[in-house]
């Protein structure tokens, strides 16, 4: 068991000699030794990879109702999986050391990890063995590691389980037709309607491109339902819930599941208070009358938080076996692994000046 090197799937090159990643919108632009803004894809030698294919950052058991998730196979039992990297920075998210990762994913770079990996295969088995009847990829955004993602679901379909992508959207139509017939269900971030809001934590997030892949997921046959975390003075205006709502309503369908989520103190929103629960059930009422029939309070969870859960190991079995692989299996690098330009300059070893991550 180790550590593998997968090419992404979704990669172009530029005849400016760069490769640009098409899995999310960032459509990152990268050199020799470059990691994209979420960490996760590197350039080697004018070829992506997936630093993450098969690293599991956190692992949870639970009801398919805490994705949050209702109308889809009610009662039933997920087992909930991670890895590491985010296209998003969002100042108060829950699973920080997991989504931003760069501790990991710099460990991952240089060969380094002791992360634990699992072959699509194990983590079916692992789901089968725990009793559970779907997969969930959440905690982070599950583009960031798509080509595992799609080769769970093909293992997981074979074995009668069913997936689900708990997503921010900030993905191209590319990587969205690249799940359609795999993913059975995307529960999606609409965290807002104001452009403002989003490029706070993403510079080049429009609500159109969220909205656009919301949309396009369910076009694609994928069951769809949203969800908004509603946070005080950021995104808590009636208006802008109000329209959220009318735009699921028009667009989804009036009976398409919205969940309110609330919102808990964390990280860069340490001051911002807790969400008021009156605001919840006000919010509720409100776009029932606009229409929606399935409107959904959580008031008791902000996020789908890895905080609290075992560690991975309590699920995948062997540590001995689980930790084994900490040196990229890839022979470009020979004995150090995957080294970042940044690495290689500290190393001495670069063999170009450093130049900077490109985003456009
Ligand atoms: S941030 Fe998005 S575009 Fe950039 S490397 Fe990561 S997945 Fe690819
Ligand atoms: S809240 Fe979600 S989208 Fe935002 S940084 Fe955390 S994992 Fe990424």
């Not at 550590?3 to 000699?17: A, C, H, I, M």
């Not at 990829?137 to 689900?164: H, I, M, N, Q």
């Not at 808590?236 to 709502?245: E, G, Q, S, V, Y």
Request: charged fraction near 20%.
């Amino acid at each position: 068991m180790t550590y593998r090197l997968v090419p992404t799937k979704l990669q172009e090159n530029l005849s400016d000699g760069t490769v640009r990643c098409n899995l999310c919108l960032w459509r990152c632009r990268l050199r020799h030794g470059q990691r994209g803004f979420c960490q996760a894809h590197v350039n080697r030698d004018g070829r992506l990879y997936n630093l993450s294919y098969g690293v599991i950052s956190a692992m949870d058991v639970g009801p398919i109702e805490d994705k949050p998730v209702l109308h889809y196979r009610p009662g039933s039992q997920v087992l909930s999986v991670g890895s590491y990297g985010c296209s998003f920075r969002c100042g108060g998210c829950h699973n920080l050391e997991i989504s931003w990762g760069e501790e990991a994913l710099d460990a991952l770079a240089r060969g380094q990890s002791k992360a634990a990996f699992a072959e699509p295969e194990q983590l079916v088995a692992t789901a089968i063995q725990a009793g559970v009847q779907g997969i969930a990829f959440t905690y982070s955004e599950p583009a960031v590691w798509l080509e595992y993602v799609l080769d769970v679901c093909e293992a997981a379909k074979r074995a009668g389980l069913f997936t689900v992508y708990v997503s921010n959207s900030f993905v191209t139509d590319e990587a969205l037709v690249l799940l359609a017939g795999r993913v059975d269900v995307l529960c999606s971030d609409i965290k807002s309607m104001d452009d403002a809001f989003y490029q706070r934590i993403c510079g080049k997030a429009r609500v159109s491109d969220i909205l656009k892949c919301v949309q396009g997921a369910q076009d694609l046959g994928i069951h769809v339902e949203t969800r908004t975390n509603i946070i005080p003075g950021l995104n808590d205006a009636p208006d802008n819930l109000m329209a959220i709502a009318h735009w699921i309503r028009d667009h989804l369908g009036a009976d398409s599941p919205w969940h309110i989520t609330r919102f808990f103190p964390a990280y860069q929103l340490s001051h911002v208070p807790a969400t008021p629960i009156e605001l919840l059930y006000r919010t509720q009422e409100m776009a029932t009358e606009a229409g929606l029939t399935r409107v959904y309070v959580h008031g008791d969870k902000g996020c789908d938080c890895a905080t609290e859960n075992l560690p991975v190991d309590a699920y995948l079995g062997d540590p001995a076996l689980l930790y084994a692989g900490t040196q990229c299996p890839d022979t470009c690098c020979g004995d150090d692994g995957i080294l970042l330009k940044k690495y290689e300059s500290t190393a001495g070893l670069a063999v170009q000046p450093p130049s900077t991550t490109s985003h456009n």
